[in-house]
């Protein structure tokens, strides 16, 4: 019999990164929800906002399929990660993760990888405090061609404070990074 007195938290582990040699733009977030880690997709959940404004930013009206979307970000030069490689965590929401826990990617030989990346937007706070905390220590110094970073709203459906349209504005940037 199940009681509320015991919680049931768990080891997750994220996706490998969704990169291509020519990007120039990685998203971050800090670990898929549970509706993503169910279908093994980036952004998953059906009222995330996260792909309805990349079809907004580059005009693709939806619906499109995963690997659709997969194909329009890598088009526009923009892989997508997560900082954590592993976490514990209750549920799918970001204030839920034991910070103890956390165990990053190994963003030192990505950025070896992929030298064409210079550009980090952070979907949602957690995703850059969490890279602040975990992965700049571990970085080395870039004096001549430094990582530009810039947090931007989260799309999770649990960050209501803003609507559709406020982040989306602020999410233009990305295009913009992409578009000069």
Same mark, same amino acid.
């Given at each position: 019999?199940?009681?509320?007195?015991?919680? /049931?938290?768990?080891?997750?582990?994220?996706?490998?990164?969704?990169?291509?040699? $020519?990007?120039?733009?990685?998203?971050?977030?800090?670990?898929?929800?549970?509706?993503s880690l169910d279908v093994a997709q980036y952004y998953a959940h059906p009222r995330?906002?996260?792909?309805?404004?990349?079809?907004?930013?580059?005009?693709?009206?939806?619906?499109?399929?995963?690997?659709?979307?997969?194909?329009?970000?890598?088009?526009?030069?923009?892989?997508?990660?997560?900082?954590?490689?592993?976490?514990? /965590?209750?549920?799918?929401? $970001?204030?839920?993760?034991?910070? !103890?826990?956390?165990?990053?990617?190994?963003?030192? $030989?990505?950025?070896?990888?992929?030298? !064409?990346?210079?550009h980090l937007f952070f979907n949602g706070a957690q995703a850059e405090t969490a890279f602040k905390r975990h992965?700049? =220590?571990?970085?080395? =110094?870039?004096? $001549?061609?430094?990582?530009?970073?810039? /947090?931007?709203?989260?799309? !999770?459906?649990?960050?209501?404070?803003?609507?559709?349209?406020?982040?989306?504005?602020?999410?233009?940037?990305?295009?913009?990074?992409?578009?000069?």
């Open positions: 019999m199940w009681c509320g007195l015991h919680r /049931r938290v768990f080891v997750i582990t994220g996706f490998p990164p969704v990169v291509t040699a $020519d990007a120039t733009v990685l998203v971050l977030g800090s670990m898929p929800g549970q509706a995330n906002a996260f792909w309805p404004m990349i079809g907004q930013l580059f005009n693709v009206p939806p619906p499109l399929n995963y690997e659709e979307r997969l194909m329009l970000i890598q088009k526009n030069r923009i892989a997508l990660w997560d900082v954590m490689k592993n976490c514990k /965590r209750e549920g799918s929401l $970001d204030s839920s993760i034991e910070q !103890s826990s956390i165990v990053a990617n190994n963003f030192a $030989d990505f950025f070896v990888a992929y030298p !064409s990346i210079r992965v700049v =220590p571990m970085l080395r =110094p870039e004096s $001549d061609n430094p990582l530009e970073m810039q /947090r931007l709203p989260s799309t !999770s459906p649990a960050h209501a404070a803003l609507s559709f349209e406020q982040k989306l504005a602020q999410w233009q940037c990305v295009r913009e990074v992409v578009e000069p």
